[in-house]
């Protein structure tokens, strides 16, 4: 048997980032990834070989926001092992159906002109809009960047500027239950709230849908704040996609000599006297923890299909049934269109400028569409009758991801993942079928080629994913990216659930991180960080709580004479 101080199962760019962490503080460690790739829903891979030699295409993730809310990059100087973020400007692109378009830029300002083009009103309350919601991003961030339960964490994350804006969100009575409101509202209640035009609030809505959930949903309003990321701290790609992310935190690990194994499906942990000491992956090989076995991937899986369920109810007898039934994940997922383009989309019905290509380009003619985008796939129905999108040309930006003067096209389109009345049939009985799944492409593409009329002739080779094979490829369980769903009541000291929201599990040494625990999925490294300080604080409580706190006081005081916003 081969042991370390910490097994990491799956090197996602969470798992990752806490090897990183526990390696710089002297851990030896070990990811074992079940794919011969590593990276999870974070790679960038040429998928298209034969017919597409040479296009590099994200098979998941694309635009990072929530990382720039952090301190990953930073802390641990990714840039010295080859990051290169590239600044997306500007940030979105929404044509219309009646010729007018929302074309958001990373500056308020611009962004607001362009709104007054169409209507003076709604530019005018969009600054305001902004300027709320910034606020209070820059005020919750702190909880973000600190494991849920850790009060040392969360206040030694403030300092003067986001005290400021903390104050302005909830500094009396009225702000603090209008927030509150806010927060048990809908997005679309919001944005009617604040906006006339639909061309507008349909962009909006479709960005707060990135959730996972209809604008409607009530309890959701928070998903109001994700066009204002956009323009603070700002929306960036990794200049050869997603996956430099990886290959830069590869890079970091391995310097400190951290080990990274693929194709190593773990199947068990192993459990002694109630604690975690080791994995068996499949084929029999066993790998010893000394310290800790850290879970990259969700709860669910960990405990229901890698943990003997005696070793479960013995540690909580009610463990079991609460991940079983209490954990929702709704039924909505992705299916995933790559495209080689032999030349750049251009919207020829919407006065089209090559700056449309730079960041996301959202198909959503109205709220009401974008509604029918997720309600459908929750009741098992695919809405493909006249699909919404998100999609990006990340060559447009980044010219490495394709040959010279030909281009990438990234499609997502929300899907159910068991399609209703097909159950038992196709890849793992959802009703995915090659057939079905080509079938819903050729109708989003249709749909694109509205907006774009010249993408059908530009395309060189496509590739299409289906929810169900991109459930198989992630592992994830009903193909969720975000391994549970992203609602408020599976929030922050929710997730996944109240006894395993701090990272640590019932079971002594076994930890969880990932997209499955706070503050949920996204590119962020936020999980694995988080997790990397609660095991520290395990293992040497004493220790690493007089750092902590030490740490606190020296950043709280440090935020009184410098304003970091």
Known sequence: ????????????????????????????????????????????????????????????????????????????????????????????????????????????EKTCAEIARFNERDAKKYAEYTDYWLKAINAMAPMFNAPPKSIIDIAGNFNLGKLKDLITVVGSPAKTFDFVRNMLSSAEDILSEWFDEEFLKAPLARLAGELGVPPSQKNLGIGSMMMAMRHHPGMTRPRGGTGALVQTLLNLVKSKGGVVLTDQQVEKVLIDDGKAVGVRVAGGEEYGANYGVISNIDAQRLFMQMVDKSAVDAVDSDLWERLERRIVNNNETILKIDVALDEPLRFEHHEHRDEFLIGSILIADSVAHVEQAHSLCIMGEIPDSNPSMYVVMPSALDPTLAPEGKHTLWIEFFAPYQIKGAEGTGLKGTGWTDELKNKVADRVIDKLA??????????????????????????????????????????????????????????????????????????????????????????????????????????????VFKVNL
Do not use: W
């Not at 019932?506 to 990397?532: K, Q, W």
């Open 1 to 108: 048997m081969q042991r370390y101080d910490v097994v990491i199962i799956g090197a996602g760019h969470n798992g990752l980032v806490c090897a990183a962490y526990l390696l710089k503080a002297g851990y030896s460690v070990v990811l074992l990834e079940k794919r011969s790739v590593p990276g999870g829903a974070a790679t960038t891979e040429e998928c298209i070989p034969k017919e597409a030699p040479g296009f590099k295409f994200n098979l998941c993730a694309i635009d990072h926001e929530f990382i720039h809310l952090g301190l990953v990059v930073q802390e641990l100087e990714l840039e010295k092992y080859g990051l290169v973020y590239l600044e997306c400007d500007p940030v979105v692109f929404c044509p219309h159906p009646d010729g007018r378009y929302f074309l958001g830029h990373k500056s308020v």
């Open 450 to 559: 509205e907006y774009a009329p010249n993408l059908k002739r530009s395309i060189i080779a496509r590739r299409v994913e289906s929810p169900a094979e991109l459930g198989e490829r992630l592992g994830a369980y009903k193909g969720n990216y975000y391994h549970i769903d992203m609602t408020m009541e599976q929030m922050v000291f929710f997730r996944p659930l109240p006894e395993l929201a701090n990272y640590k599990t019932p079971i002594e040494n076994l930890f969880l991180t990932g997209a499955g625990t706070h503050p949920g999925g996204s590119i962020s490294g936020m999980p694995g960080r988080n997790c990397a300080r609660v095991f520290l604080q395990t293992q040497r409580p004493m220790m690493q709580t007089l750092k902590d706190a030490r740490d606190s006081i020296v950043s709280s005081v440090g935020g």
